[in-house]
C-alpha cells in the first residue's frame, strides 16, 4: 500500500468521524485530533509524527562537566538549576514555570537534567574506616601503607616508616605514652618473653596527619585537606590503634558550595537551593 493510498484512508476516516459527529479535538495541546469509529467500522491506523511534539525526559549525568554542556545545549529563558545537600544533587528543568506565561499558565517541567553526586572512592575508604579499631598493629600497618599516597603531611616516607615499625612491634608489650614538644606521640614498649617484659624501646607516631584526596567522583574533581586524629587504647600491654577524621562533614559542605558556585559561573544562572517537586 502507498502513501497516497494510506494517506486517503485517513483522510476517508477523519471525514466518516466527522459526518458521525465523532470527530474530537484532543484536550492535550500538543495531542492529535482523534475520530471515535463505530465498532462496525474497520479500524485505520495514523502513523506516528515524524518527531516528537515536544521536548520530554530526564537526562542523568555523572558528573559537572556533563551537566554543564548539556546545561549549554538545552537551557532557555525558560531553563532552572535546583540544587540541594540533602540528596546531593544538581537538577536541571529546561521547561519551567516562568512569568512571561501566557494567560497566567504553566509550563510542563518534564525535560530535566540530572547530576547526582557521589563520594570518591578515596572518600569513602577513608570516612569508613575513621573511629573503627583496628585489629592489631599489623593490620592496621597493612591498611597504612595501602593508603599512604593520599597521605599530604607529615611526610608519605614517614608514614612508611611508622607502617613498618608498627607491623614489627605486633607482639611486644606496651606501656605509657609520651609527649614530644614536635607533635609526636611516642609509645613506650617492652619485648615479652615467658610473660616478663624484656628489653624495650620507643615507637613515635605523629599524634596527628593531614589526607588530600576529592570528595566527589569526577574527571576533574579538585583535592580537598582532611585533618585526622591518632587514637590508641592499651588493654594489659596491647596497643588498639585507629584514627579519627576531624569534622568531615565541613569538608563535604565545603565542597559542595565549591560545586555550586562553578555551576553558577559557567551556567550564568541562580542556583537556587531546593526542589521543583
Known sequence: MN?????GNIAAALT????LGAHKTNPHPHGTAYAIVPKDCDLVYLREPAYPPRRVGTVKLADAESFLEYWKRQSG??????????PAQFLAVFNEHTTK?????G????????????HSDEWMVWTKRSGQPFDGNETFAYWLEENLFDISKPD???????????RVKRGEVFGNKVNLTDGN?????????????GAGGKLAIPEKFEISLPVFKGLESPKYTVEARFRYRLNSGQLSLRYDLVRPAKVVEKAFKDLLETIQKVSKTTVLFGSPD
Not at 185 to 197: F, G
Open 107 to 118: 509550563n510542563w517541567r518534564d525535560h530535566r537534567a540530572l547530576y547526582t553526586l557521589q
Open 77 to 86: 529563558s525558560d531553563s532552572y538549576i535546583y540544587g540541594s545537600m540533602q
Open 3 to 7: 502513501d497516497n493510498h494510506d494517506d
Open 16 to 19: 466518516a468521524g466527522k459526518q
Open 156 to 166: 608519605p616516607a614517614k608514614f612508611m616508616d611508622v607502617a613498618l615499625n608498627i
Open 185 to 197: 606521640l611516642v609509645l613506650e614498649y617492652a619485648n615479652q618473653v615467658d610473660a616478663q617484659a
Open 101 to 105: 506565561a501566557v494567560n497566567g499558565e
